[in-house]
C-alpha cells in the first residue's frame, strides 16, 4: 500500500468515527480531541449526513461538556448504570487495574482507534440499558473521571462484596447502588 492510500484510509476513519459520534451527539471539542479534524469540518459533516438528511433526531450539544462526578452517584440507578460503564470500559480495553484497585488508560484516549471502541462500549450500553440515564458526554466524562482517580473508582460493596462505581472522597464504608435501593425500600415498608 503506497503512502496515498494509507493517508486515504486514515482520513476515512477519522470521517466515519467522527459522524458515529455525532450520531450520538457528541460536542464538537470531545470529536475534535479524538478525530484530529477541525471545528468547521465536524461542523460540515452533521450538516452534510445529518441535517440535509433530514435527520431531527440528531441534535448538536452546545456549550461545555458536563463534569460533575455527583451525577453518577446520585441516584441507585445512575450508579448502577455508571458501574455497568465501567465493567464495559474494562472489558473493552479502555481501562486497567492498576495497583490497589485504581484504575488507568490503557492506550492513548485521542486517537481514532480509543473512539472507536468507545462507541462499541457505549453502544453495547444503549443495548442493556433502554431507556438510558448516560448521554455519550457523560460516558466519556466517566472515563475520564475514573481513568485519573481524583474523585471516582471502584470499590467492593461492605454489604454484598459487588464491585461498583464509588466516590472516593466519601467518608465511610462504600454501599453498592443494589444494597442503597433495598436499604430504602427496607426502610419505606415500616
Known amino acids: 500500500m503506497n503512502s496515498s492510500e494509507e493517508r486515504y484510509i486514515g482520513e476515512r476513519r477519522r470521517v466515519d468515527l467522527a459522524v458515529r459520534m455525532i450520531s450520538h451527539e457528541a460536542r464538537t471539542g470531545t470529536i475534535r480531541g479524538c478525530t484530529g479534524l477541525s471545528e468547521d469540518r465536524i461542523r460540515k459533516l452533521y450538516a452534510h449526513y445529518f441535517r440535509t438528511a433530514g435527520d ?3 441534535r448538536r450539544r452546545r456549550g461545555k461538556t458536563p463534569r460533575q462526578p455527583t451525577f453518577f452517584l446520585s441516584a ?3 450508579q448502577m ?3 455497568t460503564l465501567a465493567g464495559l470500559f474494562l472489558t473493552a480495553g479502555l481501562l486497567k487495574v492498576c495497583g490497589h484497585g485504581r484504575l488507568g488508560f490503557v492506550i492513548d484516549h485521542g486517537d481514532t482507534g480509543f473512539g472507536m471502541r468507545f462507541c462499541d462500549v457505549y453502544e453495547s ?3 442493556l440499558h433502554d431507556p438510558s440515564a448516560i448521554s455519550f458526554e457523560r460516558a466519556w466524562n466517566l ?3 475514573l481513568a485519573r482517580n481524583h474523585e471516582l473508582g471502584i470499590a467492593r460493596c461492605e454489604l454484598c462484596a459487588t464491585v461498583h ?3 472516593l472522597l466519601a467518608i465511610g464504608n462504600p454501599v453498592c ?4 435501593l433495598k436499604d430504602t425500600r427496607g426502610r419505606g415498608r415500616r
Open 143 to 145: 472515563l475520564d473521571a
Open 56 to 58: 431531527a433526531s440528531v
Open 177 to 180: 447502588p443494589c444494597c442503597r
Open 165 to 167: 462505581v464509588h466516590d
Open 125 to 127: 450500553y444503549l443495548a
Open 81 to 83: 448504570e455508571a458501574t
Open 76 to 78: 441507585p440507578v445512575r
